[in-house]
């Protein structure tokens, strides 16, 4: 039976997409570098920001060691880090949570953003 060239591109487009869709955490480990001055994936060690480490899928404003902003408090009624969330929040946190503490201005480029996210999810497997 010859296959159509239209079901082998039907087949194709329906084929999951490459490692990079869900992010490089190597990648991701390099460009959290921009985040250790105030944040730890690996360790779970407060510094001016909280610590990251297991942050997917934890509540927002969990971290009982920390004193979160109370706009980051109110914010996280109800909410968990999921990739979603991150993702929003890493673009533009100042514009997501007004009043946060967090001074950074925000991920620009979409690739760095998937790829912390990878990162924080398995800071392993960033290879440091």
């Given amino acids: 039976m010859k296959t159509s060239p239209i ?4 087949a194709l487009a329906a084929a999951p997409l490459p490692a990079l869709a869900d992010g490089d ?3 991701g480990a390099k460009a959290f570098k921009a985040c250790q001055a105030c944040h730890i994936a690996i360790e779970a060690k407060n510094k001016v920001g909280p610590h990251l480490q ?19 408090t109110e914010f996280g009624q109800g ?13 533009a946190p100042k514009a997501v949570v007004k009043g946060t ?13 998937v790829n912390i ?3 924080l999810k398995d800071p392993s497997a960033g290879g440091q």
């Avoid at 079901?7 to 039907?10: I, N, Q, T």
């Avoid at 503490?101 to 953003?113: C, T, W």
Wanted: aromatic share 10%; no cysteine.
């Fill in 7 to 10: 079901l082998m591109l039907l």
């Fill in 54 to 72: 297991g942050i997917v899928g934890r509540p927002v404003a969990s971290i009982a060691d920390y004193k979160y902003s109370p706009a980051m």
């Fill in 25 to 27: 955490p190597v990648a």
């Fill in 101 to 113: 503490k967090m001074a950074y201005a925000g991920v620009k480029k979409d690739e760095d953003l």
């Fill in 79 to 91: 909410k968990v880090w999921d990739e979603a969330t991150l993702s929003t929040y890493l673009k």
């Fill in 117 to 119: 996210i990878a990162y």
